[in-house]
């Protein structure tokens, strides 16, 4: 019997010296606020995916529950329609191989959102499988505008990437922390690129 469990032991130490280890980047955020920030932040507002985003699919039910959540922490009532105001959810997502190939994981083409820069815009569908050391990388921008339309009163993109053996490798766990970081000290200052923990 003990010279059966030498070995296992041996191999499963082997195995485990070997695993790649797991990477959380900070999350990248760059924030530009209208020329009307005091109606940020208050009224009804309305949440809408991007152009081509699929708002059916699983993955964006996450990023649209984490803006949700945050929105209504800045003192907005978040309605289902007729809102005061729309924030509306751009979501890019890629699997980045060890090689450096870099595959979209989504469906959909959106376009370009932003008022100040450009928006993200792959839709999303799939399943993040694969190699520990594969990274996916991550980029959701929201806008904020009057629904009567006219200039973004707000818009703001986040980035960050993790390995597939990361605790972030899902939407689940990777929408909160992109999203809260997002709307972290909101508005932020115009312009400014700061990077969170």
């Known amino acids: 019997m003990r010279n059966l469990v030498l070995p296992a ?3 499963a130490l082997l195995v485990s010296g070997c695993a ?5 980047s ?12 005091a109606v940020l932040g208050t009224g009804t507002i309305q949440i809408v995916p991007a152009p081509g985003m699929d708002a059916e699919t699983l993955e964006f ?4 529950e984490a803006v949700r959540v945050e929105l209504e922490q800045l003192g907005y009532r ?8 729309v924030a509306q959810i751009d979501v890019d997502e890629f699997v980045a191989a060890p090689a450096g ?15 100040y820069g450009s928006g993200v815009g ?20 929201v806008s904020i505008r009057a ?4 200039q973004n009163l707000w818009e703001g993109r986040a980035s960050m990437t993790a390995t597939a053996n990361s605790d972030y490798a899902t939407a689940s766990q990777a929408a909160p922390r992109i999203v809260t970081a997002l709307f972290s000290g909101f508005p932020g200052t115009s312009g400014e690129t700061i990077a969170v923990e």
């Open 26 to 37: 900070p999350v990248e955020i760059t924030r530009f606020t209208g020329d009307t920030p």
């Open 101 to 115: 190939r870099r595959s979209p994981v989504g469906v959909g083409v959106g376009g370009s959102t932003g008022t």
């Open 147 to 150: 629904a009567s339309g006219g």
């Open 122 to 141: 792959l839709g999303i569908g799939f399943n993040l499988g694969g190699q520990p050391s594969e990274r996916i990388e991550r980029a959701v921008a």
């Open 9 to 11: 032991l041996a191999a």
């Open 20 to 24: 790649t280890p797991a990477y959380v």
């Open 78 to 85: 978040v309605v289902m329609v007729n809102g005061a105001q």
């Open 61 to 64: 039910g996450f990023y649209q």
